[in-house]
């Protein structure tokens, strides 16, 4: 993966000066593209953004944290519907994660039994009716202002900085103007829906240490129904039940890209107390006994 790495630039922050470089990674359907932030040696962590966001999701995050790279067992950070990524990727390979920080997610997104197939036959066909129109125009042609301004009317809890900071990965230069960047797939219902009962079992199986850290004006106020609220209230103890830490802290959905000094504190003493303390132990370890 490391020879994939392109274009390497140095950024200079208030915590540390830390390298970061272009990674993009090929898949049937194209490329995944990402950055990579710090050494290559450590103890690395995967972070996976929210819906329609992208990497730049933590670039006010990432400077704050203890960060490196190196493949054989890795910590994830997941922000929105990249913490339901996450927590399903640590239940399917428990193995491989040694520690998840679910920011403003609950680590899974159940749906009502009973809604389950009326939600995936609309995925479905709205997939279908995706495919008819492949080669056509590729999405609507803005300026720069008018899609800072499409941005943040779909996402309110974007402050105006965080939203210039989406969109310098968020848009392509075509002629006229710019247009989104990201695959519109996204717009259509997840067929991938599982009930509450599949969401317990799946994070019972969860190997690594968890934090969860919920935004008093994120997703949990905005999930007010009575089953939305059922849900989320069993995950949490869920969590609890298990010895894992469940906090909450003053913002909103965006809070970690928004004012992320508010996050970075518990983030970088989990890490450093969960993954970081673990890894120079088994390095200690074999070196006492000589």
């Given at each position: 993966?490391?020879?994939t790495?392109?274009?390497?630039?140095?950024?200079?922050s208030t915590?540390?000066?830390?390298?970061?470089?272009e990674?993009?990674?090929?898949?049937?359907?194209?490329?995944?593209k990402g950055?990579?932030?710090?050494?290559?040696?450590g103890?690395?962590?995967?972070?996976?953004?929210g819906?329609?966001?992208?990497?730049?999701?933590?670039?006010?995050?990432?400077?704050?944290?203890?960060?490196?790279?190196?493949?054989n067992?890795?910590?994830?950070?997941?922000?929105?519907?990249?913490?339901?990524?996450a927590g399903?990727?640590s239940?399917l390979?428990?193995?491989?994660?040694?520690?998840?920080v679910?920011?403003?997610?609950?680590?899974?997104?159940?749906?009502?039994?009973?809604?389950v197939?009326?939600?995936?036959r609309?995925?479905?066909?709205e997939?279908?009716?995706?495919?008819?129109?492949?080669?056509?125009?590729r999405?609507?042609?803005?300026?720069?202002?008018?899609?800072?301004?499409?941005?943040?009317?779909?996402n309110?809890?974007?402050?105006?900085?965080?939203?210039?900071?989406?969109?310098?990965?968020g848009?392509d230069?075509?002629?006229?103007?710019?247009?989104?960047?990201?695959?519109?797939r996204?717009?259509?219902?997840?067929?991938e829906?599982i009930?509450?009962?599949?969401?317990?079992?799946?994070?019972?199986?969860?190997?690594?240490?968890?934090?969860?850290?919920?935004?008093?004006?994120?997703?949990?106020?905005?999930?007010?129904?009575?089953?939305?609220?059922?849900?989320?209230?069993?995950l949490?103890?869920?969590?609890?039940?298990?010895?894992?830490?469940?906090?909450t802290?003053?913002?909103?959905?965006?809070?970690?890209?928004?004012?992320?000094?508010?996050?970075?504190?518990?983030?970088?003493?989990?890490?450093?107390?969960?993954?970081?303390?673990?890894?120079?132990r088994?390095?200690?370890e074999?070196?006492?006994?000589?």
């Amino acid at each position: 993966m490391m020879q994939t790495l392109k274009g390497v630039r140095h950024l200079q922050s208030t915590a540390m000066r830390q390298t970061v470089s272009e990674l993009s990674v090929p898949v049937p359907w194209g490329h995944i593209k990402g950055k990579v932030w710090g050494p290559d040696n450590g103890c690395p962590v995967l972070c996976v953004h929210g819906w329609a966001d992208n990497c730049g999701s933590f670039n006010t995050l990432i400077p704050l944290l203890p960060k490196a790279l190196q493949w054989n067992k890795f910590s994830i950070i997941g922000h929105s519907m990249g913490g339901n990524v996450a927590g399903l990727f640590s239940a399917l390979y428990p193995e491989m994660v040694d520690a998840v920080v679910l920011l403003d997610s609950f680590g899974f997104l159940p749906t009502v039994l009973k809604e389950v197939p009326k939600v995936m036959r609309q995925g479905m066909d709205e997939i279908l009716q995706f495919e008819k129109k492949t080669g056509e125009k590729r999405g609507k042609v803005y300026s720069y202002q008018k899609a800072a301004e499409r941005l943040s009317a779909g996402n309110p809890t974007l402050s105006e900085q965080s939203v210039h900071i989406l969109l310098q990965r968020g848009l392509d230069r075509v002629e006229g103007g710019v247009v989104f960047s990201r695959d519109f797939r996204i717009n259509l219902n997840n067929i991938e829906r599982i009930s509450l009962e599949q969401s317990l079992e799946m994070q019972s199986r969860i190997k690594a240490s968890i934090l969860v850290v919920l935004a008093d004006d994120g997703l949990e106020k905005m999930f007010a129904e009575q089953d939305q609220k059922r849900f989320t209230s069993s995950l949490l103890q869920a969590y609890r039940d298990r010895n894992h830490s469940v906090v909450t802290v003053p913002g909103d959905h965006h809070i970690h890209l928004n004012d992320p000094g508010v996050v970075a504190p518990l983030v970088s003493d989990f890490l450093l107390t969960k993954v970081l303390a673990h890894s120079k132990r088994l390095i200690d370890e074999p070196a006492s006994k000589l």
